[in-house]
C-alpha cells in the first residue's frame, strides 16, 4: 500500500504561484507514475499532470506552461507548481500513484483544497 497525504493549498488571488507538495510513505515510488488530478465544484475529476521517472511529464493542456510537475524520489514527495492562477484552477487536487504502465491509478489522496480568487 501507498499513502499519500498532499499539502500546500489554500486561498489565493489570480496571477499568483502556489506549490502543492504530495509525501507517500508505505513503499519506494521512485519507479511509480505520480499523478495529480483537480476537481472544481460540479464537475468530475479531471487529468492535471504526471510523471514518471526518466521520462517527459504529461500535462493538460489548461496547465501546460503554467504548472511544472517534480519529483524528489529520495523524499518520496512529488510537487505541482502552479503558476499565473487563474480562478478556473480552483479545485480539490489530488495526488495520484500506479505503478503499472497503463491502467487506473491504484493510489489516492486525501486532496487539499484551492481556491483562486479574481
Known amino acids: 500500500q501507498v499513502q499519500l497525504v498532499e499539502s500546500g493549498g489554500g486561498v489565493v488571488q489570480a496571477g499568483v504561484s502556489l506549490t502543492l507538495s504530495c509525501a507517500a510513505s508505505?513503499?519506494?515510488?521512485?519507479?511509480?507514475?505520480l499523478g495529480w488530478f483537480r476537481q472544481a465544484p460540479g464537475k468530475d475529476r479531471e487529468f492535471v499532470a504526471s510523471?514518471?521517472?526518466?521520462?517527459?511529464?504529461a500535462y493538460a493542456e489548461s496547465v501546460r506552461g503554467r504548472f511544472i510537475i517534480s519529483r524528489d524520489n529520495a523524499k518520496n514527495t512529488v510537487f505541482l507548481q502552479m503558476n499565473s492562477l487563474k480562478p478556473e484552477d480552483t479545485g480539490v487536487y489530488y495526488c495520484?500513484?500506479?505503478?503499472?504502465?497503463?491502467?487506473?491509478?491504484?493510489?489516492w489522496g486525501q486532496g487539499t483544497q484551492v481556491t483562486v480568487s479574481s
Open positions: 495520484a500513484a500506479k505503478y503499472s504502465v497503463g491502467g487506473n491509478y491504484d493510489f
Open positions: 508505505g513503499r519506494i515510488i521512485s519507479d511509480y507514475r
Open positions: 510523471t514518471r521517472t526518466g521520462a517527459t511529464a
